[in-house]
C-alpha cells in the first residue's frame, strides 16, 4: 500500500492542478475551489467530472483555430488577384474570430468600398468599432443597420446602437432605445450595458435589477449555456457589488 501511495502521489498532485488550472481558467461557482482543495483528490476527480469533462465538447472550437488561420492566408493571398467585396467580407468575418479587430475592421471598410448593398458589412464594422472603442465610429454603422432592420442579429444591433448613443454622451436617446430593446431582447449584454447606463445616472436600484435579470437566468440554462454565459454573470455579480444598495 505504501508504494501504491508513493506511485499515485504525482498523479494526485497533477489531478488538483489541473482541477485548479481549470477553476481558474473558467471561474465556475467560488465553492468549487473549496470542494478541490477539501476533499483533496477526490475533490479534483469530482470537480472535473462535473465542470471539466463537459469543456471537453469546446476543444474543438480550439481546432478550428489552424483552419481558419490558413483560410485567411489564402484569402489574404486571394485578393491580391480578386478584391471582391465577399473575400474582404470572409476576411473581416475572419479575423473577428481570431480577435484581429484593427485588421478585421479595415478589411470591412474594404467590403464597402467595393459594394455597400448588404448590411452585415456594416453591422460588423460598427462592432468591431466598438470594440476598439470607438463608439463615435460606431454610430452611423449601426444607425443604418436597425433603420433598415429594427430585429437585425436577435436585436443585438440595435442593443449595441444605444450602448453606443450611451459611450458618446447622448444618455436620453440610449434609454429611450434600451427600454424598448428589452421589451424582447434576453440578450445579457444588452441587460448589462443598459445597467451600465442607469449606473451612470445614478439609477442604482434599477441598474441592480437589470444585473439581477442577468443572475436570474443562470438556473434554468443548460451546462453547455451557463459556461458560455460566465462572463456575464461575473459582470453582473461585479455590478451588483459596484451598486449595492
Same mark, same amino acid.
Given at each position: 500500500?505504501?508504494?501504491?501511495?508513493?506511485?499515485? +502521489?504525482?498523479? &494526485?498532485?497533477?489531478?488538483?492542478?489541473?482541477a485548479?488550472? +481549470?477553476?481558474?481558467?473558467?471561474?465556475?461557482?467560488?465553492?468549487?475551489?473549496?470542494? &478541490?482543495?477539501?476533499?483533496?483528490p477526490?475533490?479534483?476527480? &469530482?470537480?472535473?467530472?462535473?465542470? =471539466?469533462?463537459?469543456?471537453?465538447? *469546446?476543444?474543438?472550437?480550439?481546432? %478550428? @483555430?489552424?483552419?481558419?488561420?490558413?483560410?485567411?492566408?489564402?484569402?489574404?493571398?486571394? &485578393? +491580391?488577384?480578386?478584391?471582391?467585396?465577399?473575400?474582404?467580407?470572409?476576411?473581416?468575418?475572419?479575423?473577428?474570430?481570431?480577435g484581429?479587430?484593427?485588421?478585421?475592421?479595415?478589411?470591412?471598410?474594404?467590403?464597402?468600398? /467595393?459594394?455597400?448593398?448588404?448590411?452585415?458589412?456594416?453591422?460588423?464594422?460598427?462592432?468591431?468599432?466598438?470594440?476598439?472603442?470607438?463608439?463615435?465610429?460606431?454610430?452611423?454603422?449601426?444607425e443604418? @443597420?436597425?433603420?433598415?432592420?429594427?430585429?437585425?442579429?436577435?436585436?443585438?444591433?440595435? $442593443?449595441?446602437?444605444? +450602448?453606443?448613443?450611451?459611450?458618446? $454622451?447622448?444618455?436620453?436617446?440610449?434609454?429611450?432605445?434600451?427600454?424598448?430593446?428589452?421589451?424582447?431582447?434576453?440578450?445579457?449584454?444588452?441587460?448589462?450595458?443598459?445597467?451600465?447606463?442607469?449606473?451612470?445616472?445614478?439609477?442604482?436600484?434599477? /441598474?441592480?435589477?437589470?444585473?439581477?435579470?442577468?443572475?436570474? %437566468?443562470?438556473?434554468?440554462?443548460?451546462g453547455? *449555456?451557463?459556461?458560455?454565459?460566465?462572463?456575464?454573470?461575473?459582470? =453582473? $455579480?461585479?455590478?451588483?457589488?459596484?451598486v449595492? =444598495?
Open positions: 500500500m505504501f508504494f501504491l501511495n508513493l506511485f499515485l +502521489h504525482p498523479w &494526485i498532485f497533477l489531478l488538483q492542478a489541473l485548479i488550472v +481549470h477553476f481558474i481558467r473558467r471561474r465556475p461557482d467560488t465553492y468549487w475551489i473549496f470542494i &478541490i482543495l477539501f476533499l483533496g477526490l475533490g479534483a476527480i &469530482i470537480y472535473l467530472a462535473v465542470e =471539466a469533462l463537459p469543456d471537453i465538447g *469546446l476543444l474543438g472550437q480550439s481546432f %478550428k @483555430v489552424f483552419p481558419r488561420r490558413s483560410r485567411i492566408r489564402e484569402l489574404e493571398r486571394a &485578393i +491580391h488577384d480578386n478584391p471582391s467585396a465577399g473575400n474582404y467580407e470572409e476576411l473581416g468575418d475572419l479575423y473577428m474570430d481570431d484581429r479587430i484593427a485588421e478585421a475592421r479595415a478589411a470591412f471598410d474594404r467590403a464597402i468600398a /467595393a459594394r455597400a448593398d448588404t448590411l452585415d458589412p456594416f453591422y460588423r464594422r460598427g462592432v468591431c468599432a466598438l470594440q476598439l472603442g470607438d463608439a463615435a465610429a460606431a454610430l452611423p454603422d449601426l443604418r @443597420v436597425v433603420n433598415k432592420e429594427a430585429d437585425y442579429d436577435f436585436q443585438r444591433a440595435a $442593443g449595441l446602437l444605444a +450602448h453606443a448613443y450611451a459611450l458618446t $454622451g447622448q444618455k436620453e436617446k440610449a434609454e429611450q432605445l434600451f427600454r424598448k430593446v428589452t421589451v424582447t431582447s434576453t440578450l445579457s449584454e444588452t441587460y448589462l450595458n443598459f445597467a451600465e447606463l442607469l449606473a451612470s445616472e445614478n439609477k442604482n436600484a434599477e /441598474a441592480r435589477e437589470w444585473a439581477q435579470k442577468v443572475l436570474d %437566468k443562470k438556473p434554468s440554462m443548460p453547455y *449555456l451557463r459556461r458560455r454565459e460566465r462572463p456575464w454573470f461575473r459582470r =453582473a $455579480g461585479e455590478m451588483l457589488k459596484r449595492g =444598495a
